[in-house]
């Protein structure tokens, strides 16, 4: 049976109504579909080998192949935004690397507070470090087209999976059918931009009677979209120039020009008797560009300024018009994993495995210039490659202990693991970081928009864990089951931790359980937030200046000074109290509570101005620093509902599914706790309800599907160097709508439109200077109608 998340609590109770009626109509039919649809066993949470979503003892959702495919996107974090209604993903135009690999939370936390796996095993994190230092993996880097199913734990599992396991967890299950499937999709938004086009195809057979093999490929590109007006000083600089043409508009807001190709493999061999080889291997590449914020030749005195340090020479010569600069990404992204498992006996299993995780990232610029090295500054620069790698060798061992008394065996794991994890900072050309000459009479140094990584920021590093774990599940009867997980893991920079796990489960009736839990939690900091140093350039909404910051490593001499302190793992405590229920009349569903406490919180501290006397060879403006000096509670409940029923002479499948997540600030001593814009950021960041509804039908060869997607208030700042302004912003809703038709035993067509409706959110106002018109921080597309067509043929 489906078990998507799909809905609010308001749409909730009158999807109730419906379902009443339509019961009463269609008890016997209900009852048909019903027994069609088997509950599937879930791998994610437990470590027994029967357990279906019903069984577990903490919240997990399954999303199939189908709904996989039922969401227009390609990338992972869309679908998951749609399916998952407290996964919360941004666009963040122009925020430099978070441009590409987009920041996404569960729960309202970090991104990095979420740990991901791919069949089971830990999928490795981005080498970027995003927003607030977070270090999380990439899910677009993995192609759905592999995807065979998708389990996403909601419930704190470190004590089960190690590191990052504080929100939950999401494993993604590869797939392993046999037969082939091309699909070629075409989409663009109704304002005639962002022109996106992908070609997939997957291809499942058997190598000899003993192994079968699964390959699958995605190539897609993209035109970049623009929600912009021309920016006030543009329009003031041409009034003032009328012999010049200034481009309208001299920046764009929107979505980047992207290309990217995706590709793997998914394997396994039967080796006789009781073993099996197996392993899986992803590739992926991607190729982005997108623009800077405009600089004016009448106010960017700092990159216009005729100095006599250079003789005769004007940046207006190169750059007449102002310039934007273009940033650029390309990133390469690997992960390959093999191993064995097998049986002692029929109660004994093993399984063992190692794999190998790396994703690097090269940044370059174009269109700018570094001011202080005069003419000699090129226009294009290759900024450096960040590269994050990760080496994994775990066992796992399974053993059902038949008690005499109980029912059923008690599940019995227990496991090792190995980890290493490696960064990498390779410097950027030198006159992408180089402060010139022309520096001493205030010429802007560096790379103009992103400066290099310098010779002094390169170097690499890395980090050794180890790691054991037992994890047992007891059938107390056959109504009340109880389980028990506790982690020990040693690390090489900070020392050991110990994580444990209670949960319990009463069935009331055989369709109706309460279920609950408590765990303690971490997350490490990694080798990149433990020592590397960076640099970043933003734009003033009031002044129009831009503005260079530094974030040092907490070992780096002026860090020390300005009161950094060694880093720490942050500390979760998370508490679950829910009800699941199911019925042979179709109706599913699960409600659940939670509490999430976290100590050491990690974020960056206030901004402090470099003290005089100091060495500033990269003239920051201001510099910071990691910190977990904070602490917070977030609590929240899901509402989760399905029902599925015949109608007529098709099927009707209903889901729904409501989260409302709130996370406030406790205490502390960073900038977070004693500056109230600070917190205002932090806790209204997000919104404090998401919830979807969708109804699917099928008959024939059509089906169609109508999706109703909500997102609560939240409040937006202008991110000013000082004097941050907030904007409050709505609830908004949006509808999309999809057919599909089958035009014969191989072929399909699918069409959609996904914000039918065309709704836009509120302009955001203080970000008008800039010629923005919709937020860059709003937690969902703001790029209005997108229309799609599909065309599939299975072989």
């Known amino acids: 049976m489906k078990r998507s998340q799909i ?20 008890t016997t039919a209900t009852a048909a579909v019903s027994a069609e649809a088997q509950p599937s066993v879930i791998v994610t949470g437990t470590r027994a080998s029967n357990r279906t979503q019903f069984d577990t003892l903490a919240p997990v959702d399954v999303f199939t192949r189908e709904e996989i495919g039922a969401v227009e996107s390609s990338d992972l974090n869309d679908v998951l935004a749609q399916l998952v209604p407290s996964y919360v993903v941004q666009r963040l135009p122009m925020a430099d690397g978070q441009v ?10 970090s991104p990095d507070q979420t740990l991901v796996l791919v069949n089971g095993r830990r999928f490795h994190r981005s080498a970027l470090l995003g927003a607030r230092g977070a270090q999380a993996p990439d899910l677009a880097q993995i192609p759905t087209s592999a995807i065979k199913r998708i389990e996403v734990l909601r419930d704190g599992a470190s004590a089960q999976y190690g590191s990052d396991a504080i929100a939950g967890v999401i494993n993604i299950i590869l797939d392993d059918s046999l037969g082939g499937e091309i699909s070629a999709q ?62 309208n508009p001299v920046q764009r807001w929107g979505q980047p020009e992207l290309e990217s190709q995706r590709a793997g493999f998914n394997a396994n061999w039967d080796l006789g008797g009781d073993t099996v080889a197996y392993s899986y291997g992803l590739f992926a590449h991607s190729d982005g560009t997108s623009d800077f914020n405009w600089r004016n030749p009448d106010t960017s005195t700092s990159v216009y300024k005729l100095s006599t340090v250079f003789p005769g020479w004007d940046v207006r010569s190169i750059f007449p018009l102002g310039f934007s600069p273009q940033y650029t990404n390309k990133q390469n992204d690997l992960q390959l994993l093999a191993g064995l498992r097998g049986q002692f006996n029929d109660a004994f299993g093993w399984d063992v495995s190692a794999s190998y995780g790396r994703n690097a990232i090269d940044y370059g610029l174009h269109n700018s210039i570094n001011a202080s090295l005069g003419p000699n500054s090129p226009t294009s620069f290759k900024l450096g490659r960040l590269t994050q790698e990760e080496k994994l060798v775990n066992a796992n061992f399974t053993y059902e202990w038949k008690v005499a008394g109980l029912s059923q065996p008690v599940n019995v794991a227990f496991g090792a693991e190995y980890r ?251 900038s977070i706790v004693t500056n109230e814009s600070q917190r205002v950021v932090f806790e209204e960041r997000l919104p404090r309800q998401k919830a979807t509804f969708s109804a699917a039908y099928d008959q024939g060869v059509w089906n169609v599907l ?43 067509l699918r069409f959609g439109i996904d914000n039918v409706l065309n709704k836009y959110p509120d302009e955001a106002l203080f970000q008008a200077s800039r010629g923005l018109i919709y937020s860059r921080n709003a937690p969902y597309d703001t790029d209005g109608r997108n229309l799609y067509l599909e065309y599939t043929v299975k072989f």
């Open 7 to 26: 809905a609010s609590a308001v749409t909730l109770l009158c999807a109730c109504q419906v379902i009443s009626s339509a019961h009463a109509q269609n």
């Open 100 to 109: 590409f690999v987009r920041p996404a939370t569960l729960r309202g936390l």
């Open 420 to 670: 290493n994890e490696s960064y990498a900072v390779k410097a950027g050309d030198p006159a992408s970081y180089a402060v010139g000459p022309g520096a001493s009479v205030g010429l802007d140094a560096n790379a103009n928009g992103a400066p290099g990584f310098s010779a002094i920021q390169a170097g690499k590093w890395d980090q050794d864990s180890y790691a054991a774990y037992a994890d047992i599940e007891v059938p107390l009867s056959k109504q009340v089951s109880i389980g028990a997980a506790v982690r020990y893991e040693d690390f090489a920079e900070f020392g050991n931790t110990v994580n444990g796990k209670l949960s319990g489960r009463f069935e009331v009736t055989p369709d109706f359980a309460l279920r609950g839990s408590y765990s303690t939690g971490f997350r490490a900091p990694t080798p990149g937030q433990l020592n590397t140093n960076s640099t970043s350039q933003g734009l003033d909404t009031k002044t129009l200046l831009v503005f260079t910051t530094g974030r040092l490593a907490n070992k780096d001499p002026l860090a020390v000074a300005l009161g950094a302190q060694p880093l720490q793992p942050e500390k979760s405590k998370n508490l679950s109290l829910g009800l699941t229920w199911k019925s042979r009349m179709g109706l599913s569903g699960s409600v659940d509570a939670y509490r999430i406490r976290l100590s050491d919180r990690f974020s960056t501290s206030a901004s402090f101005a470099v003290p005089a006397g100091m060495p500033n060879p990269l003239r920051y403006t201001s510099v910071s620093y990691f910190t977990n000096d904070f602490d917070t509670t977030t609590k929240g409940v899901d509402v989760v509902g399905n029902y599925l029923s015949r109608l007529g002479a098709g099927k009707l499948n209903l889901t729904a599914a409501y989260n409302h997540n709130a996370t406030k600030i406790d205490g502390g001593k960073s």
């Open 186 to 247: 075409h989409g663009q938004y109704s304002e005639g931009d962002g022109k996106a086009n992908e070609l997939r195809a997957r291809y499942g057979f058997m190598l000899g009677e003993n192994a079968r093999v699964t390959l699958f490929a995605e190539a897609s590109q993209s035109d970049p979209t623009s929600r912009t007006r021309q920016r006030p000083d543009a329009i003031a600089f041409q009034a003032a120039h009328p012999q010049l043409t200034v481009p």
């Open 706 to 748: 109508a999706r109703l997607r909500y997102y609560g208030a939240w409040t937006d700042s202008s991110g000013n160097a000082t004097g941050d302004i907030f904007q409050r912003f709505g609830a908004m809703r949006f509808l999309d709508l999809a057919a599909s038709v089958k035009l014969g035993e191989k072929q399909s």
